[in-house]
């Protein structure tokens, strides 16, 4: 039940918001990295989860710049003030009468 929205709604958060590890998080995923590259600042970490693919910036500051290799599992989390709820259906701009 989401305050100010009637029908159904989706959960999301950010893939800077998304942290990789062991578990021990209020909001957990667990899933299987399948990719990961380098582009700088961040490595973006591409992982197979029950729920679909999921997309994680790590920092690579705070990650010492030490991703785990794809096949690794782990579980993702963030903070409940990272999720964000959006209409689960978006409208097409077509109007049907």
């Known amino acids: 039940d989401v305050d100010g929205w009637t029908g159904k709604v ?4 950010r893939p800077e918001k998304i942290t990789l ?3 021990g ?7 299987t990295i399948s990719e990961s590259a380098y582009i700088g600042v961040a490595t973006q970490v591409v992982v197979r989860t029950g729920a679909g693919i999921v997309h994680v910036f790590a920092q690579n500051v705070d ?3 030490r991703v785990p290799p794809p096949g ?3 579980i993702l989390s963030w903070a409940p003030e990272s999720t964000f709820v ?9 109007e049907t009468t």
């Open 63 to 65: 990650a010492g710049g």
């Open 25 to 31: 998080g209020v909001n957990e995923l667990p899933g």
């Open 21 to 23: 590890g062991a578990g």
């Open 10 to 13: 989706a959960a999301g958060v």
């Open 86 to 94: 959006v209409a689960a259906e978006q409208p097409t701009g077509e």
């Open 72 to 74: 690794t599992n782990v």
